[in-house]
């Protein structure tokens, strides 16, 4: 079992926003940022929000927010591209060490 | 440009020590505010984060695995290596490398990913 939540799964459309959510506690999200990786058919994770920063290269579509011990990804104007599974992670103070969630399978219908 | 590259045998046999390598490029591990992350990942599972060293030579584990783990760097040579001992079947897994960065006052990070090595344990 992850230490962080993430909804299994989340569908749009094309074009459609979608929010994607992780939620925590105190320990981790609740006192550090929060990262957020693309994982496209099992291939090498990318960073797609570090932090509240954007990487170069990624797209504006993404961003990211946190609220006391949740967080959340947002894509706006879903495109075909988007289809990855979702991972959240942040560090824990409590056992010293990084956590993930358990990732969300994003699907455009 | 920053690049991480994992190498280390694709089959170990259970119970022997498996030894991975992560060759730094496009970043120093020696320099202030820099880390390198070992996360893996069953096949079909999510990613499971395994230890950290860091720039001053802190290290973390794994709560789960840190009687199995040691992670180092050469910071000459610029990588970092991970052993892992008594590997059994279930060890199966891609395992990334990956930059993690600790901005001034901030939260560490990770920015950067390797591409992973697949590793079987199996007899």
């Known amino acids: 079992q992850s230490a962080l939540t993430q909804e299994a799964s989340v569908s749009g459309t094309v074009g459609q926003k979608v929010t994607l959510s992780c939620s925590g506690n105190t320990n981790n999200i609740g006192g550090y940022a929060v990262d957020w990786y693309q994982q496209i058919s099992h291939g090498a994770p990318k960073t797609v929000m570090f932090?509240?920063s954007l990487p170069s290269g990624i797209s504006d579509r993404f961003s990211g927010s946190k609220s006391g011990t949740t967080a959340s990804l947002t894509i706006s104007g879903l495109q075909p591209e988007d289809e990855a599974d979702y991972y959240c992670?942040?560090?824990?103070?409590?056992?010293?060490?990084?956590?993930f969630g358990g990732g969300t399978k994003l699907t455009v219908l | 440009q920053v690049t991480l590259r994992e190498s280390g045998p694709a089959l170990v046999k259970p119970t022997q020590t498996l030894t991975l390598t992560c060759t730094l490029s496009g970043f120093s591990i020696g320099a202030s505010g820099m880390c390198v992350s070992w996360i893996r990942q069953p096949p079909g599972k999510a990613l499971e984060w395994l230890a950290r060293?860091?720039?001053?030579?802190?290290?973390f584990y794994s709560t789960s695995l840190k009687t199995r783990l040691t992670i180092s760097k050469d910071t000459f040579k610029n990588q970092v290596v991970l052993t892992m001992t008594n590997t059994d079947p279930v060890d199966t897994a891609t395992y990334f490398c990956a930059r993690t960065f600790i901005p001034a006052g901030g939260s560490p990070g990770i920015d950067y990913w390797g591409q992973g090595t697949l590793v079987t344990v199996s007899s």
């Open positions: 992670s942040t560090w824990d103070y409590s056992l010293s060490g990084r956590v």
């Open positions: 060293i860091d720039w001053d030579d802190d290290e």
């Open positions: 932090g509240n």
